[in-house]
């Protein structure tokens, strides 16, 4: 069900506010930022060594392959590890959160409707953008 016809707005100061969607960015925050601190310190880290440890990151581990180049794969893997760990928690919490703000910003709208509306009637001089 579209909630955005040409007389009705949400009233996204008000999405915003809700409960719902106040613990779905929580819970994301709490994810995504020490998941960024993490990746950039493990980048960090790796390029530090790479300029101030030559010696140690040009070990052969095995038959010429360095530690360099075993940090250096490990990017990739902790990319697409840190990928799969969000999509899966977008999947099972971030996704549920987002559904339950979507219902009550589309409750808040039939809600203002029945009394009445006035908030989402459309004056002649606002301009129309569809979102």
Wanted: charged share 25%.
């Amino acid at each position: 069900m579209s909630v955005s016809s040409p007389r009705e707005r949400i009233d996204w100061e008000a999405v915003e506010r809700a409960p719902e969607f106040q613990e779905l960015v929580t819970r994301r925050r709490r994810f995504v930022l020490p998941a960024t601190i993490f990746f950039l310190a493990w980048y960090l880290g790796f390029v530090l060594l790479a300029g101030y440890a030559p010696d140690f990151m040009g070990e052969s581990i095995y038959q010429g392959f360095t530690v360099g180049y075993l940090l250096a794969l490990t990017q990739f893997v902790m990319v697409w590890v840190l990928a799969a760990w969000y999509i899966r928690k977008s999947d099972r919490e971030f996704d549920p959160l987002r559904e339950a703000a979507k219902a009550q910003a589309v409750r808040d709208v039939a809600g203002q409707r029945a009394e009445g509306g006035a908030r989402f009637e459309r004056r002649n001089d606002e301009e129309v953008h569809d979102a």
